[in-house]
């Protein structure tokens, strides 16, 4: 599929490192910055609901979401640009995201879903 060299070039490696860090750092550090901010925020009954609905949605959304799409958006646009080393690092990040779903994600909600109110 994919057996082409990308060469030594500056110009033909433009796009790698872009098309595979946008995305991997948009999604792991919007949930990781919204994780941060649920666990300093004091919860009382002056505490917004919305606000906390808010944060949980975008801790989990952007690891899970926001991450693949942001990988696929840069690897059509490398595709319709003919930009293989972009193409390529957009495909790295969405192998990258695979691992982390099958590693990270994946045993993390069976723990919670099986070991619900064991532990």
Known sequence: MMNEAI????STREGYWT???????????SSLLAF?????LTINDDTSIVLVL??????HLGHIALWPL????FFLRADRASNLSARK???LSLKCYGAW???VVAP?????TTMNGIV
């Not at 060469?7 to 500056?10: I, K, S």
């Not at 941060?36 to 300093?40: Q, R």
């Open 19 to 29: 098309s595979f860090i946008v995305p991997a750092g948009v999604g792991l550090g």
């Open 7 to 10: 060469g030594e070039d500056p």
């Open 54 to 59: 808010l944060l949980v949605s975008v801790f």
């Open 36 to 40: 941060l901010m649920l666990s300093g």
């Open 101 to 103: 779903m099958v590693v």
């Open 89 to 91: 690092g957009a495909v």
């Open 70 to 73: 942001l990988a696929v958006i």
């Open 108 to 112: 993390a909600a069976w723990i919670a």
